[in-house]
């Protein structure tokens, strides 16, 4: 394929997933089908199954997308800490940098469309599962078990913690969400008092103070 | 009307509500119609709606009940502790009955349907999210506020320290099986270990020996 061909392939498939993104985040997978998204990308549906063998297929290239970009960009913002950042310091800038990230509205949504699905469409609760909280929780047990080496934490189960790390400052704003619907989402200010306190009960419980 | 007119009328009730809880939980609420629930129930699409104004009514009905009802059943289970209670029993016999009773399929498959339709019919989520988290939450900060001025708890602000205990509890349980679906519900030996780690944690941050 020349250049030229390449470029225009790949324009078509990312007209395509904007399509889809737009349409499944407004209408739900159910109430979205193929025709809808080719109309709207200003494609054949047969280009659309060119580019993605069937709706299961975009709708999980889509989710996983969103999710592994929100988790890329996590992980680009907060670093792995060096060992001589102060252990509160790290767990409050990841807890900041978390809850701006997954408390959007687009974010949301895509996490209420897999839990409307999860019964009937396995793959894609499991792949939000994968790269949301047991992505978060895995690299937090892993920075966990080097802190405790260090004498910093004091745990039997590194991975338990993460849990409820993870749960402390994600589990009251997204669920209240979940329940209530996107203009439940708080105030940037009300986010970070939230983490702040969030930080200062786990290290209540773990650090090698408590 | 007779008495034997109000049995039947309330049997005829109960009939309904009976076929329409399990085709909402077995196909989802935008899956289910009243000439399904009729059917089911074996009575006319006329009588289901001489009880029921139309289908929002009567899931909103059925969801209160469910959710109601187990909350009933957990004030009942764990009624509020006499001044002699130590906290931590109590705070473990609370999560331990919490967990019991929301980690079933039954009232999971209603969370999931309450979240996917959410911003279409925010009544429900917000009926599940009162007599569900909500109740929960509010119960524990007037506890948590006795306990505060017995000395045994310090918190500047009982609610928001409700909450973090809430979902140290659910969080974890609840949100695994929210994307993951009902095989994830944790074995009892499981979930009765977690709500013991929560609570620790819980006092480490909040006790009066913190």
């Not at 020349?2 to 395509?16: D, L, Q």
């Not at 990230?101 to 939000?128: N, Y």
Request: charged share 20%; proline share 4%.
């Amino acid at each position: 394929m020349s250049n030229g061909a390449k470029t225009r392939v790949e324009r078509t498939r990312k007209c395509i997933l904007a399509a889809a993104t737009e349409l499944f985040l407004k209408q739900g997978y159910l109430g979205t089908n193929m025709d809808e998204i080719a109309a709207l990308a200003e494609v054949s549906k047969q280009t659309v199954y060119a580019h993605f063998q069937n709706k299961e297929t975009l709708f999980l290239e889509i989710a996983g997308g969103m999710t592994g970009r929100a988790g890329d960009e996590h992980q680009e913002q907060v670093a792995d800490p060096a060992d001589t950042v102060p252990l509160a310091q790290f767990l409050l800038e990841f807890a900041d940098v978390q809850l701006t990230l997954v408390m959007t509205p687009r974010l949301l949504q895509l996490r209420r469309l897999a839990i409307a699905e999860a019964e009937r469409f396995p793959e894609l609760g499991k792949l939000l599962y994968q790269r949301g909280p047991m992505r978060s929780i895995n690299r937090l047990a892993n920075l966990f078990q080097r802190y405790r080496a260090l004498g910093q934490l004091r745990m039997a189960d590194p991975l338990a913690a993460a849990a409820f790390f993870n749960w402390l400052v994600m589990g009251g704003p997204v669920n209240d969400v979940m329940l209530l619907g996107i203009e439940a989402i708080p105030k940037p200010e009300v986010l970070r008092a939230h983490a702040k306190e969030a930080v200062r009960i786990f290290l209540a419980a773990y650090g090698s103070d408590a």
